[in-house]
């Protein structure tokens, strides 16, 4: 977009000789007294009349190499959530300054407006693009992997070397030797989509990216079918009771955070719960200082709380609850069609109806045939022990959920779990009162929760403790990250099928982590007693789940393109999954846009364009109805070589088809796959299956569609175009706009109304569809095996993983000071803090090793160590350790991150599968695990 020019007149009005001539005068005018001074600036009508200042224009022209000659849209990073609209300038070529465009309509009157979003890390991009860590031009290892001895080459010799090698690999392995995955760096649904397809159509390996980083709500899962789940942010300023459970928005939500406390003016009282006192807490009416990894416990505690003092709504749980199915008292299986007559469907499930006195078929559920959740005359009962008669005409003794939920949270009664909590129990009572008699109450579940083992099991009982007291749609209930439905995109990005793989379960494989987890928690006796399940037998367990196909895990690649990920900083017992992952890897290539931790250790690293170079669009967090547009300034100079990420993948399939072909391998056979065609023999119709084929003879060509998507701008306009929750909006009104309004379509499990804010599932609460659940409804018994034989098949609560041999829990919270590792090393964010890694501890932990604030001390365990500063801090509480998360392992002295010294465990319930709703997918996939390990600290 072109700057507006300024008129010669306005340029003419005063230059600088004049204004020195003029600030001359002034000072020879500071001897006036003042009286003089406010008599000559004295007007009658200071709305219509006054004095001349053309003077100021002085500024305004000193301003306009900052202003820039053409201007552009941008947003930041695609794993914040803010997903905020900014104007970018650039002046010559460069990209000189950012502001928020503060545009956004408002929905209603009596709701504040998104306006104007942005924080610290998107003000700073303009600066950061420049800063040393930048990539420019194509760069060849011509060292030992981390040495840091590179060539600089051409593109041309970068792309035809590297696709000579995923050549090999596809003749050597066939796709399955090729990974090329995608992770949640800067990129989003537009310049995603290059590597998707580039991917797809070779059929390769790519990982889910937020079961990789311990993102997946799988605790929402069990219960409603979906991890994402929730509210758009502005429905915060209509709740009467906002709940803030392991999240600081002040912090990681700040463009959303103004919600918050303008909910709190209009009469919403704010209770967090959370180990430290943060941010958050600060302003909020109630700080719960929670035990870390006891949240379980704490949770269970609040729904015992509700059972005991008859606090749930009885209407709302018979119909959108699985609380009133029956289960079998000798198997503890849910009481299936299948016990009560010969070919019977395991997925009919019964009630005991008190009018009849009799078992009645639920509707709802995925065998019954009805789409309705509605009962008729069917009233369900809650509690009670009922006989009923079984196929073989045995008798079969059942009880309800309702009765399973309610005795097994009797085991965790506020008293009871004091002591793993820290929490007083008229507290525990207390808010759960408050929470239970609100008119609209929201319980905001941040992504630390599933960093914990059993954040499973706390977010399971966060979903009971809403359902059980009516919360959902409009009147609050849970929420984890909402997210919009963005059908349409598939045909861009998996034209074909890809080998879509377990994040978490696929790094612990390749980094082969159970190892540390052995080390770390050798006492198999405590853990045991803790997880209810042997090291060894989780160990067993994640390979019977790959087995069984619970979960995806394919052989491991030789050839990895790496886009956007930072996999040797974020994942677990790093030093030792570097060792391995590099240890098999042949070809290992980095497409990036500055030199981080992983990018050091490639074969080949590419460097492409940061957020004001290119072509982008995002619109899938449903924390607001905005899909923003990154659109580059008309004279905005790539920096160095730098390409989109959508050029390097068609450039590298013109590469891959010229060297096939070269090869005379025009096709390759991927049996993983299969296609089925019917085809006419004679006067029959004959079904026919044959393996998928990978098609490298025309890749470039399928790469562009046939030319029609060349670009990172044809990415986006065929988005824009073909994304259903994007009409009416036309690609030229976008791009003159910097963003586009979503439709309601866009709404998951409610249409997005114009006027209001979005709520999940209120097409199930109000028009009784059902849930995406076996039980159609929300589901609080699982009769999985590994649930069953962990006594987990009703939300339950169990003590964390981290070993006692270590006295001090260490936590790794979300930085204020970039997004993950994006930022985090700028140096503008660098001098808003310490600028060098540091852990927080108590000052009684303090006082006890005799540290003070600022020493250099050593963190250490049986995994590995790590130097850092230390912060006394009142704050956090005795016996943990806190870090900001995401600092670069070379930001360390020898280049030991913090995740040296985290064990890289797996949540058993997390492995489980094959049953009911979970199956793995976008749906459920479990986590890495990053806050259950515990160390020692020294002084250095």
Known sequence: ????????????????????????????????????????????????????????????????????????????????????????????????????????????????DANPRGCNKGAIHSQAMYEKDRLLYPLKRSGERGEGKWEKISWDQALTEISGRIVDTLQEKGPGGLMIHTGTGILSQGRRAGPLRLGSLLGSIRIYPSSAVGDMFTGATL???????????????????????????????????????????????????????????????????????????????????????????????????????????????????????????????????????????????????????????????????????????????????FELAKAESSRFSPEAVRDKTGIHPDVVRG????????????????????KYAWGILTCWAQAMLCALTGHAADTGGLDTESQWSLGGIGPLTSPKP????????????????????????????????????????????????????????????????????????????????????????????????R????????????????????????????????????????????????????????????????????????????????????TKVGDKEVTKTTPVMRDLDTLGSDFTMKGK????????????????????WKFEDAVERGFIVLNKDAGFTSPLYATKPYHSFETQVYLRRPYPTLSGRQQFYIDQEVFLKLGSAVPTARRSLHPSKFPLKFYTPHTRWGIHSTWRTSERMLK???????????????????????????VLNDIGEFIAMAKVNPNVQAGTLMMDHAWEPHQFEKREGLNSAVAGVLSPLELAGGWGHLKFGAQWDGNQIALESAVEVEKA
């Open 709 to 728: 998507v060349k670009n990172d701008k044809d990415v986006v306009k065929w988005l824009i175009e073909n994304v259903p929750a994007f009409k009416p």
């Open 431 to 450: 808010i759960t009162r408050e929470f239970s008699k609100a008119k609209k109450a929201g319980l905001t579940v941040g992504f630390s929760i599933h």
């Open 1 to 112: 977009m072109k700057k507006k020019k300024r008129t010669k007149q306005q340029n003419s009005r005063i230059n600088r000789r004049k204004f020195l001539k003029v600030s001359g005068i002034c000072g020879l005018g500071l001897g006036i007294p003042t009286a003089a001074l406010g008599k000559a600036l004295q007007v009658d009508d200071p709305l219509n009349s006054y004095p001349d200042t053309k003077w100021e224009d002085f500024y305004r022209d000193e301003l306009v190499k900052t202003e820039g000659t053409s201007t552009g849209f941008a947003f930041h990073c695609s794993n914040c959530q803010g997903n905020c609209a900014w104007q970018v300038s650039s002046n010559d070529g460069v990209a000189q300054r950012e502001e928020q465009l503060a545009q956004y309509p408002q929905i209603s009157w009596d709701i504040p």
């Open 498 to 593: 890809a080998r879509f793989e377990s994040g978490f379960l696929s790094e612990w494989m390749a980094g082969k982590m159970w190892e540390s987890m052995r080390s770390h928690y050798d006492n198999d006796r405590e853990f045991k007693e803790r997880a209810g399940i042997g090291v060894e037998d989780v160990i067993d367990l994640a390979r019977k789940s790959i087995d069984k196909k619970w979960l995806t895990h394919f052989e491991e690649a030789e050839a990895r393109i790496m886009f956007a990920d930072n996999l040797f900083r974020r994942n677990k017992s790093s030093g030792h999954y570097k060792r391995e992952v590099l240890g098999k890897t042949k070809l290992y290539v980095n497409v990036n846009y």
């Open 223 to 401: 219960a409603l079918g979906v991890p994402n789940v929730g509210h758009s942010l502005d429905a915060w300023f209509e709740m009467d009771y906002i709940l803030l459970w392991g999240i600081n928005p002040n912090v990681t939500r700040i463009p959303d955070a103004h919600y918050l406390w303008e909910g709190k003016y209009n009469g919403a009282k704010i209770v967090t719960i959370a180990p430290d006192y943060n941010p958050t807490s600060i302003h909020a009416d109630q700080w719960v200082p929670v035990h870390p990894g006891s949240d379980s416990h704490l949770a269970m505690s609040m729904v015992n709380v509700v059972f005991e003092e008859g606090l749930y709504k009885k209407a709302f749980i018979k119909e959108q609850t699985d609380l009133p199915f029956l289960v079998r008292l000798d198997s503890r299986k849910l009481l299936r069609e299948s016990d009560m007559k010969k070919d019977g469907s395991d997925e009919k499930f019964f009630f005991w109806d008190l009018n009849s006195d009799a078992i009645k078929q639920a509707p709802g559920t995925r065998g019954s045939g009805r789409d309705t959740l509605r009962l008729g005359e069917i009233n369900p009962a809650l509690e009670g022990e009922y006989n009923v008669t079984g196929k073989d005409g045995e008798t079969i003794a059942v009880t309800t959920v």
């Open 832 to 858: 808003m803090h310490r600028g060098a890694p540091h852990v927080s501890l108590c000052p009684a932990d303090a006082r006890k090793r005799g540290i003070k604030d600022g020493d250099r001390i050593r």
């Open 595 to 678: 030199m981080d931790s992983s990018a050091e250790f490639a074969d080949y690293v590419l460097p492409a364009i940061s957020h004001y170079e290119g072509w982008d669009i995002r619109g899938e967090v449903g924390y607001h109805r905005f899909v923003n547009l990154t659109v580059p300034p008309a004279d905005l100079k790539p920096v160095g070589e730098t390409k989109s990420e959508w050029e390097i993948c068609s450039l590298l399939s013109d590469k891959i088809q010229d060297v096939a072909k070269a090869r005379g391998i025009p096709k390759i056979e991927d049996p993983e796959f299969t296609v089925t065609k019917k």
